[in-house]
């Protein structure tokens, strides 16, 4: 499968990496590529994974089959976007008033929901944004059951996410469906719990497990 | 130990009938006594527990040594409160797009900071709130290791909280102590995502376990 991913942050170079070592053919977009060459955080990332491609979001977007949104909002160009699936694993991170950060949107909307409202063509899969990116690939590296979360509106899509993240290393079992992409304002708004958690446990190596469920 | 618990609604009940059976004195608070005794669903559960009193918030409050807040906010009274431990078991829905509801305050405030500011002579600790109330008192009901938060700045006010939740059946390592009361933001963003577990799983006898923790 050929994958986009868009942003060259770590959660979006940890997932790039992992969907490499799987055999997948991997592009990450970013808005200006010389840019991102001309930091050494990403350039050293580059030589380790040589076979990585790099492009303008547009074209990064236009090649993968499957995108994966690994930026804080809406930087994807809607051309030649429709009927793909695009996985969102961000979280809508708002500094503006300092550490820790809160959201926006909030309570009322979602970036899961603003994603699809803005490109109605593609199929908007929230997933993995409520845990540390390393745990998102590796789901092994937490001790004992837990869980990933899948919100989105295309039944398909969602099997095929599924599907990712059985590959990955999530058991079928660790995937709950919470319904639609509505259902993403509810996992976005761990992320202020799970940044004060990191705090009290100082830590990044857990992850939410609904017991009961 | 004499409690006040502020509010009439299940989760109040719930919550004064397990103190009472704990061999506390406790009085509910409510806005006006003869309306609330005037509702059925009240009376009936009064009938049950004819030893647990009932008063207007502000006499319950003064006669409390603990106060315990299930209402959605600030109808407390602020006088003979100071130093008092007030337990925020609360979330403060917003119904005012409907069902399911959201938060007001959200992400830059919470009920727990709110009712500190209010009240600065109280020592708040926020807790309990991520779960049914039937769970809260009850923490058996969901089987496995399962987690129950403490927010709040006072250490000898969450040191008194933890031994009421040992009483309730919460074991010494199922609190998380995630530090002050600024961390009630992040407890009470779990409510929208446990409303939408609700509907995927079909009941409430889940809770939230960090796993990894």
Excluded at 43 to 70: C, K, Y
Excluded at 112 to 126: A, H, I, M, N, S
């Amino acid at each position: 499968m050929r994958y986009a991913v868009l942003g060259t942050g770590i959660v979006g170079r940890t997932v790039a990496a992992r969907l490499d070592s799987l055999g997948h053919r991997v592009v990450i977009g970013t808005r200006d590529p010389g840019a991102t060459l001309g930091r050494a955080e990403y350039s050293d990332w580059q030589e380790v994974h040589p076979e990585v491609g790099l492009a303008g979001f547009a074209e990064a977007a236009r090649d993968g089959e499957v995108l994966v949104n690994a930026t804080g909002g809406q930087e994807a160009d809607a051309a030649h976007l429709d009927g793909k699936i695009l996985i969102d694993i961000a979280n809508p991170l708002d500094f503006s008033r300092g550490f820790p950060p809160g959201l926006d949107p909030v309570d009322d909307d979602s970036l899961g929901e603003l994603l699809q409202r803005t490109f109605p063509g593609l199929r908007v899969v929230k997933t993995l944004n409520t845990m540390n990116c390393q745990i998102m690939v590796d789901p092994a590296r937490v001790a004992g059951e837990h869980h990933v979360f899948v919100s989105g509106e295309d039944a398909d899509a969602k099997k095929a996410v599924r599907e990712l993240l059985h590959s990955f290393g999530w058991p079928e079992a660790s995937v709950i469906d919470l319904g639609g992409i509505e259902t993403a304002r509810g996992t976005e708004m761990l992320l202020p719990v799970w940044l004060r958690l990191m705090s009290a446990l100082g830590h990044t190596d857990f992850n939410f497990h609904i017991q009961g469920a």
